[in-house]
């Protein structure tokens, strides 16, 4: 009979560490959801039009720059550095700050080099900045 009554005080299972461990993950997660959310790069992604809203003016040209092992390219024209690229993006979009730049890299460049022309373009004043993806050879 003692034995009986041992095994049933062992055979019960203690869920509350399994709430501590629970609860602490929780307040773990609370506290670097926010500082994730402000790291983030925002993306604008393209929305549906409807057949009757009102006519946008006609698109203009982009502006691409090319991100090369040989340097830095603003639609075809070699730009000698980052600070030229700048006054350059800052000219060539004027009063026209809808219009969109287009930034693609080699596959030899590091990401932090792309994501240092991102940024520049945005400090430059262009609003919509896009990455291009290379198509992939068959």
Do not use: C, W, Y
Request: glycine share 4%; net charge neutral; charged share 20%.
């Amino acid at each position: 009979m003692a034995d009986q009554g041992h095994l049933d005080e062992t055979e019960k299972i203690n869920v509350v560490p399994l709430a501590d461990v629970s609860l602490v993950l929780l307040i773990i997660l609370m506290i670097l959801s926010p500082a994730v959310m402000q790291s983030m790069i925002k993306v604008q992604t393209p929305s549906s039009v409807q057949a009757n809203t009102k006519k946008s003016p006609e698109p203009q040209e982009p502006l691409l720059i090319e991100i090369r092992l040989t340097g830095l390219f603003l639609n075809n024209a070699p730009i000698p550095s980052d600070v030229d690229l700048a006054i350059q993006l800052r000219l060539k979009l004027g009063a026209s700050l809808e219009r969109p730049v287009l930034v693609n890299a080699d596959s030899s460049i590091l990401v932090g080099r792309v994501v240092e022309i991102l940024d520049l373009a945005k400090q430059s004043g262009a609003r919509k900045v896009s990455l291009l993806k290379r198509a992939e050879a068959a």
